[in-house]
């Protein structure tokens, strides 16, 4: 079964700073990535995710995260980070090749100050 | 339309109570998962369904837990006589299709504390 670790469980940073959050997973034939972001008071919700094709990958909000095959990795980033984006952000795999069965990371906490 | 709705939103229960939580998925969706999410941890698979069909329920953590979809849409995940190890955020997803390539849409949760 595939795995995923987070290795960034806290950050804080200023506002206009550059964020990249870690993912690593384990190997596990075809690889599908997700990252959800949970912000205060609301839905867990995607936030960008990873099938084929193109290994950057972009998603809502400014984010984007790169697939490097060989690193087994699958970091989160964006270039300037606001205040709302203060959240928890979780990387997902599925367990195993052709599961419906998501693996989530225990997840990052990102304050962002003002 | 409307999201995927959870309720209550938050259950304090005595160790020993049954306790009921409901979801509502987003119409039309065949998929419906149930995650537990302990605190300062991501959410973890308990079960699915897919329509009425429970296909998945690996996840639960004893047999005290239960779900069903009897009609394919609302679900509700029952547990009987707590344990104060049952306090977490459960939450309920739902998908359009299963598929690997899924994405979930995910509800509130709801806050179980057993006192």
């Known amino acids: 079964a595939q795995s995923v670790s987070q290795h960034n469980h806290h950050v804080i940073l200023s506002e206009a700073a550059s964020l990249e959050l870690g993912c690593n997973y384990s190997?596990?034939?075809?690889?599908?990535l997700f990252w959800y972001v949970q912000y205060p008071g609301q839905h867990l919700q995607l936030l960008l995710k990873y099938f084929s094709g193109d290994p950057l990958v972009k998603g809502i909000k400014g984010f984007e995260a790169e697939f490097i095959k060989s690193k087994f990795s699958f970091n989160l980033r964006k270039p300037s980070v606001q205040w709302s984006d203060t959240a928890e952000y979780f990387c997902a795999v599925p367990t195993s090749g052709g599961s419906y069965i998501p693996t989530f990371g225990r997840g990052t906490s990102l304050i962002v100050h003002p | 339309g409307a999201g995927v709705s959870q309720s209550p939103r938050y259950k304090v229960a005595k160790r020993g109570q049954d306790v009921a939580l409901r979801c509502d998925p987003i119409?039309?969706?065949?998929?419906l998962f149930w995650y537990q999410q302990a605190l300062g941890q991501g959410p973890e698979f308990l079960t699915y369904?897919?329509?009425?069909?429970?296909?998945?329920k690996s996840g639960l953590p004893s047999d005290r837990f239960f779900a069903e979809r009897p009609e394919g849409s609302v679900s509700t995940l029952k547990i009987q006589r707590t344990q104060q190890e049952d306090s977490a955020v459960y939450l309920c997803?739902?998908?359009?299709?299963?598929?690997?390539?899924?994405?979930?849409?995910f509800g509130p949760g709801t806050r179980l504390t057993v006192t």
């Open positions: 190997y596990g034939g075809t690889v599908n």
């Open positions: 369904f897919q329509n009425e069909a429970q296909l998945d």
């Open positions: 997803a739902s998908s359009l299709i299963l598929a690997e390539t899924y994405e979930q849409y």
């Open positions: 119409s039309g969706h065949v998929s």
